[in-house]
Each structure stands twice: as structure tokens, then as C-alpha cells.
């Protein structure tokens, strides 16, 4: 496809499981990067690739979230042992940009995660 | 640390009045700056970026934004609002060692009332 494609768009668990969401760049994107939305905050930074490794990955809010990504290309990001206050749409976005911070971020649509 | 600030949540304003919202931002030096529009049921899209050079920055869809140093802002404007306007603004800021991904601030939700 043409843009940042995410799966699943919806995903339900119950407490405790573990969920693993995946993105699939923009074609050539070096850049990749995981953000998380939840309901009245702003984005909040997650991890950022260049390439397949991860020059910042200071967002991750616990050892229960990782991220990989391989062939520079498609990433998944996995939760484990899922907890309520996990809950929230996790964005995905790519960029041409040889660093973080310059180049336009493309975000897909999120996949939208809720913890029972 | 970089750190941005919208200090408002939720706006509304007529079809055809003016728009300004505000942005604040925390960072040593002259940062990247960048506001991004997330429409309903749509991913973000850029609407302007500021490196340097010129304060006044023309974006898509008609908005504008500008840079001032001494007040720390990047306030978004619009001289005429659309109904298609309504959705959620955010203000980005980058540092420009390019070695951190942009921090973002909460967001403004605009609302276009007839």
C-alpha cells in the first residue's frame, strides 16, 4: 500500500495476555517510530528505529513493552502480561529522514488496544 | 529535556472567523518546531515545520504559523476557518542534534460551529 499500514486496527484482550501490534512502513522509510495515544493526552513517544536498530527507545514505560524491527522494514511492538492502564491507540509512523527529528512523519491510523 | 505545551484543550469558533492556537515549547536553543492535524478516523498529517530562516511559516489547507524566540511559541493560525477544520492539532518540537524523536504536545480539539 501507499501509506503506514497497522494491524490489527482493533485489539481486545483481558488483563494479563499478551499482545503483539505490527507496522508496516512506507516503502524506503528508513525511519520508523511507535507513539501511543490515550484518551485527552497528547502523543507519547515510545521508540524510534533508524534502520533496524533503536537509537532511542527512552519511552518504553516498562520492561513488559519491546519493540523489533526486521529488515528494515516491518516492526511489531509487544506488550506482555497486559494491564488496564495499557489501554490506548498506538501509533505507528515512518520518515525519509536519516534522523529523528527533521523529516515528515506519515502516521497510520493506529491500532486501537483495550485492556479488560 | 524538550517539552511542548497547548494550553488549550478545546476550541470552538464560528465558520469563516479567525483561528489562533497556541503553542509553547521548552528546549536550550532553537528547536524544530511542527504542527500536525489528526482529522476524525484519519492518521496525523503535517501542516507546516519550521527550521530556521523566516518566522512566518505557510503550511497546507491555508494555515500559517510563526516563531517567536522570546516568548518560546509557535502559535497556528488561520484567517478564515473551514468546517472541515474541526479535528485534533498538534504542536511538535524537535531537537536538532536529530538523535531524539519529536515530542509532541496534547493536542487542541477544534470545534466549527455554522
Known amino acids: 500500500g501507499a501509506g503506514v499500514s497497522q494491524s490489527p486496527s482493533n485489539k481486545v484482550t483481558e488483563k494479563g495476555k499478551d499482545v503483539e501490534l505490527r507496522c508496516d512502513p512506507i516503502?524506503?522509510?528508513?525511519?520508523l517510530y511507535w507513539y501511543r495515544q490515550s484518551l485527552g493526552q497528547g502523543l507519547e513517544f515510545l521508540i524510534y528505529?533508524?534502520?533496524?536498530?533503536?537509537?532511542?527507545k527512552s519511552g518504553l514505560p516498562s520492561d513488559r513493552f519491546s519493540a523489533e524491527r526486521t529488515g528494515g522494514s516491518v516492526s511489531t511492538l509487544t506488550i506482555q502480561r497486559t494491564q488496564q492502564e495499557d489501554s490506548a491507540v498506538y501509533l505507528c509512523?515512518?520518515?525519509?529522514?536519516?534522523?529523528?527529528?527533521?523529516?515528515?512523519?506519515?502516521f497510520g491510523e493506529g491500532s486501537r488496544l483495550t485492556v479488560l | 529535556a524538550q517539552s511542548v505545551t497547548q494550553p488549550d484543550i478545546h476550541i470552538t469558533v464560528s465558520e469563516g472567523a479567525s483561528l489562533e492556537l497556541r503553542c509553547n515549547y521548552s528546549?536550550?536553543?532553537?528547536?524544530?518546531l511542527f504542527w500536525y492535524v489528526q482529522s476524525p478516523g484519519q492518521g496525523l498529517q503535517l501542516l507546516l515545520k519550521?527550521?530556521?530562516?523566516?518566522?512566518l511559516v505557510q503550511g497546507i489547507k491555508g494555515f500559517e504559523a510563526e516563531f517567536k524566540r522570546s516568548q518560546s511559541s509557535f502559535n497556528l493560525r488561520k484567517p478564515s476557518v473551514h468546517w472541515s477544520d474541526a479535528a485534533e492539532y498538534f504542536c511538535?518540537?524537535?531537537?536538532?542534534?536529530?538523535?531524539?524523536?519529536?515530542?509532541f504536545g496534547s493536542g487542541t480539539r477544534l470545534q466549527v460551529q455554522p
Open positions: 509512523a515512518s520518515s525519509l529522514a536519516g534522523t529523528a527529528n527533521t523529516g515528515e512523519l506519515f
Open positions: 516503502s524506503g522509510h528508513t525511519a
Open positions: 528505529f533508524q534502520g533496524n536498530s533503536a537509537p532511542d
Open positions: 528546549y536550550g536553543a532553537t528547536p524544530y
Open positions: 519550521y527550521f530556521s530562516g523566516d518566522t
Open positions: 511538535a518540537v524537535g531537537a536538532p542534534t536529530g538523535r531524539r524523536a519529536l515530542t
